[in-house]
């Protein structure tokens, strides 16, 4: 089975196409796709076969159609939005693109048509606060979740109903969670067998696990873990956030520190245990798991370059591999595994 990358490229205005090499990890790059307006944020969908991209300086959502034999891109729909996107992704059926907007203060749904693209207008367009910084569903596909950093934004989690055959979102009761603590959730994921949610925080440098209510949508927090080593001062902020899916292991990277910071995680309660700092290329904005959880990915913002790490199986600690010209700004990446 054939494994392709994609890393959307903001300055360049492209998206890169490359093959990985899932026995060791190498990247050969195949193609490079123009999306003019600076490319962000993108989501592929459950099926496999349409990436999604979000734009940031012209404030737009592409569709693509993936090539099923070569991994290729082929461009079948733009819409346009008010504001950028910082971050898109699919509802768990692939019938709705999901949307937060940083500076728009939103969310949006919109409906993804019979060939693959976006849907024009939204099914749903609703005022959260500044900050919104990414949207999800839970594996039931009935609730979503919105990420609100602190300082610009609330520093709360919104918490939303989903209905998977609409579109339409409900805020849940309570309508957000608010931790007390200045942490400032931005990215999340979800464990692949327990109840439980993982937030990246960009003002705490830190990962905050969250237990899911699966009877009402709604979110409890149960620890906050630091991403830094003990005595770093200078600033630092936290991006994307990864868990394995054996559900062993977690990663979160530092951008100002250039690291990522690893974590074992407990597959019974869900606690984190610190398990090293690795450093990474400069502002390591995106990160993503790569073949069979082998390998791990950390795009440079600043550097330009993808740094390549494998993955020990047992131990979950990353070792360096090699690192990679990209081009300006690489600011994401997203990994599938094709047919073939």
Same mark, same amino acid.
């Given at each position: 089975?054939?494994?392709?990358?994609?890393?959307?490229?903001?300055?360049?205005?492209?998206?890169?196409?490359?093959?990985?090499?899932?026995?060791?990890?190498?990247?050969?790059?195949?193609?490079?796709?123009?999306?003019?307006?600076?490319?962000?944020?993108?989501?592929?969908?459950?099926?496999?076969?349409?990436?999604?991209?979000?734009?940031?300086?012209?404030?737009?959502?592409?569709?693509?159609?993936?090539?099923?034999?070569?991994?290729?891109?082929?461009?079948?729909?733009?819409?346009?939005?008010?504001?950028?996107?910082?971050?898109?992704?699919?509802?768990?059926?692939?019938?709705?693109?999901?949307?937060?907007?940083?500076?728009?203060?939103?969310?949006?749904?919109?409906?993804?048509?019979?060939?693959?693209?976006?849907?024009?207008?939204?099914?749903?367009?609703?005022?959260?606060?500044?900050?919104?910084?990414?949207?999800?569903?839970?594996?039931?596909?009935?609730?979503?979740?919105?990420?609100?950093?602190?300082?610009?934004?609330?520093?709360?989690?919104?918490?939303?109903?989903?209905?998977?055959?609409?579109?339409?979102?409900?805020?849940?009761?309570?309508?957000?969670?608010?931790?007390?603590?200045?942490?400032?959730?931005?990215?999340?994921?979800?464990?692949?067998?327990?109840?439980?949610?993982?937030?990246?925080?960009?003002?705490?440098?830190?990962?905050?696990?969250?237990?899911?209510?699966?009877?009402?949508?709604?979110?409890?927090?149960?620890?906050?873990?630091?991403?830094?080593?003990?005595?770093?001062?200078?600033?630092?902020?936290?991006?994307?956030?990864?868990?394995?899916?054996?559900? %062993? /292991? &977690? *990663?979160?990277?530092?951008?100002?520190?250039?690291?990522? #910071?690893? +974590? !074992?995680?407990?597959?019974?309660? @869900?606690?984190?245990?610190?398990?090293?700092?690795?450093?990474?290329?400069?502002?390591?904005?995106?990160?993503?798991?790569?073949?069979?959880? %082998? /390998? &791990? *990915?950390?795009?440079?913002?600043?550097?330009?370059?993808? #740094?390549? +790490? !494998?993955?020990?199986?047992?131990? @979950?600690?990353?070792?360096?591999?090699?690192?990679?010209?990209?081009?300006?700004?690489?600011?994401?990446?997203?990994?599938?595994?094709?047919?073939?």
């Amino acid at each position: 089975m054939p494994y392709y990358m994609y890393v959307a490229l903001q300055e360049d205005d492209k998206i890169l196409v490359h093959t990985i090499e899932p026995q060791t990890g190498k990247l050969t790059p195949q193609a490079e796709v123009s999306i003019p307006g600076g490319p962000f944020t993108m989501a592929i969908s459950p099926d496999r076969k349409f990436l999604y991209a979000g734009c940031r300086d012209t404030p737009q959502i592409a569709s693509f159609q993936i090539n099923q034999d070569s991994g290729g891109l082929t461009q079948n729909g733009t819409i346009p939005v008010e504001g950028w996107p910082v971050y898109i992704a699919t509802d768990r059926k692939g019938k709705f693109v999901l949307s937060a907007y940083y500076q728009g203060a939103h969310v949006g749904v919109h409906p993804i048509g019979a060939d693959g693209s976006v849907g024009d207008p939204p099914i749903e367009w609703l005022a959260t606060a500044t900050g919104a910084h990414a949207m999800q569903t839970d594996s039931t596909n009935s609730y979503a979740f919105v990420p609100h950093i602190a300082g610009n934004g609330p520093n709360a989690i919104f918490q939303f109903k989903f209905d998977e055959n609409t579109g339409h979102l409900t805020p849940n009761s309570p309508a957000k969670v608010e931790p007390e603590e200045f942490l400032g959730p931005r990215h999340f994921c979800f464990h692949p067998s327990l109840d439980v949610l993982y937030f990246s925080n960009e003002q705490d440098c830190s990962v905050t696990g969250y237990r899911l209510d699966t009877g009402n949508g709604t979110l409890s927090a149960f620890q906050t873990i630091t991403t830094l080593p003990e005595g770093y001062t200078e600033r630092n902020t936290c991006s994307q956030i990864q868990v394995s899916a054996s559900g %062993r /292991f &977690l *990663y979160a990277p530092n951008r100002g520190h250039d690291s990522i #910071a690893c +974590f !074992s995680i407990d597959t019974a309660t @869900g606690q984190l245990t610190g398990n090293g700092i690795v450093g990474s290329e400069a502002r390591p904005n995106a990160l993503c798991l790569g073949p069979q959880d %082998r /390998f &791990l *990915y950390s795009a440079g913002q600043e550097s330009g370059r993808m #740094a390549s +790490f !494998s993955v020990n199986s047992d131990s @979950g600690k990353l070792t360096p591999l090699e690192t990679y010209p990209l081009g300006n700004a690489p600011v994401w990446v997203s990994i599938i595994e094709l047919p073939g």
